[in-house]
C-alpha cells in the first residue's frame, strides 16, 4: 500500500484538529498514529498502562497495572532490569536506569560498566524531569519531586526532592 505524503499530511491536520478539540492539545506525530494502551501491552506491561511513542525503553522492564509513562521518558533495564509497580505515574522526562558508565569512561574503558536492579514499588509518583539511577527501590507510595536525581533507595510513602534527593520530613 502506497501513502502520498499529501494524504499523510491531510490525516495529520485532521488528527491534530481533532485533538485540539476534543482536549486542547497537540502531539508529535508519532502519538498521533500509535495507540499508548497498545504500545504499552506489545510491550508486555500490564492492563491499563500506557505508554507515550516518544518513550524510551530499553533492555528487561516490567510495569504494572494502570500505570502512565508520559512522554520524553527513558526505561533502561539493560542491567538488571526495571520494575514499575501498579498506579504509578512517571512524568514528562523522566529517565530511570539500572546502569552507569561511569567507571567505564574514567578508565579509559577498562573498566565495565556497573549495573543493579533498580525498583519503582505501586502507587508511585515521580515528577517531571526527576532520574532515578540504578540500583535504587522506591517504596510503595512515594513521590518524586520534579528534576530530582535519586541515587539511593528510599522506604514507602516517602516524600523526595533535590539533587540529590534528600527525603522530606513527615507532617504531623
Known amino acids: 500500500m502506497k501513502i502520498s505524503l499529501s494524504s499523510l499530511r491531510l490525516f495529520l491536520e485532521e488528527q491534530k484538529a481533532l485533538l485540539k478539540v476534543k482536549y486542547n492539545r497537540t502531539l508529535p506525530f508519532g502519538d498521533y498514529i500509535s495507540d499508548r494502551w497498545e504500545k ?15 518513550a524510551h525503553v530499553f533492555g528487561d522492564v516490567h510495569v504494572g497495572e494502570n500505570t502512565w509513562i508520559g512522554p520524553f521518558t527513558v526505561l533502561d533495564g539493560t ?57 535504587v527501590t522506591l517504596g510503595e507510595g512515594s513521590v518524586v519531586g520534579a528534576q530530582s536525581f535519586v541515587n539511593q533507595s528510599f522506604p514507602a510513602n516517602s516524600r523526595i526532592v533535590g539533587s540529590p534527593a534528600r527525603l522530606l520530613p513527615s507532617k504531623k
Open 79 to 135: 542491567g538488571g532490569g526495571l520494575s514499575i509497580g501498579s498506579y504509578c505515574s512517571i512524568s514528562a522526562g523522566v529517565q530511570i536506569y539500572t546502569h552507569d558508565t561511569v567507571d567505564w569512561a574514567t578508565s579509559g574503558g577498562k573498566a565495565e560498566p556497573t549495573y543493579a536492579r533498580t525498583t519503582i514499588k505501586d502507587n508511585c509518583y515521580i515528577g517531571p524531569n526527576a532520574i532515578i539511577a540504578k540500583g
Open 40 to 54: 504499552a501491552s506489545k510491550l508486555g506491561f500490564g492492563a491499563g498502562t500506557s505508554i507515550y511513542d516518544s
